[in-house]
Nanobody, 121 residues
């Protein structure tokens, strides 16, 4: 079955960095666009980054633009999110998701279980 497993979350001080990974199995990773989402307590889930199947196209929410970088290694079936200059408001559970197509930034049909990121101020 399809599995998306996030790792790399944790506790970090404001201004610090973390790199999240998402290991995919059970699907043809290279044929799917991928995304990172986050959800803070009491808030709606927010789409924060997207990458097309080849890595040639990316998208970032304004809230993370210039600080976060999404990337992928299709040979390793792994998605990454490099997070720099972290702020307290970045505290959330972070999820990776697999799109239904190579390009879609809306039709996500598989989700990971999430990894907690906590930024202390």
């Amino acid at each position: 079955q399809v599995q998306l497993v996030e790792s790399g979350g944790g506790l970090v001080q404001a201004g610090g960095s973390l790199r999240l990974s998402c290991a995919a199995s059970g699907l043809t990773f290279a044929n799917r666009a991928m995304g990172w989402f986050r959800q803070a307590p009491g808030k709606e889930r927010e789409r924060i980054a997207y990458i097309s199947w080849s890595g040639g196209n990316t998208y970032y929410a304004d809230s993370v633009k210039g600080r976060f970088t999404i990337s992928r290694d299709n040979a390793k079936n792994t998605l990454y999110l490099q997070m720099n200059s972290l702020k307290a408001e970045d505290t959330a559970v972070y999820y990776c998701a697999a799109s239904s197509t190579r390009w879609s930034n809306t039709g996500y049909d598989y989700w990971g279980q999430g990894t907690q990121v906590t930024v202390s101020s």
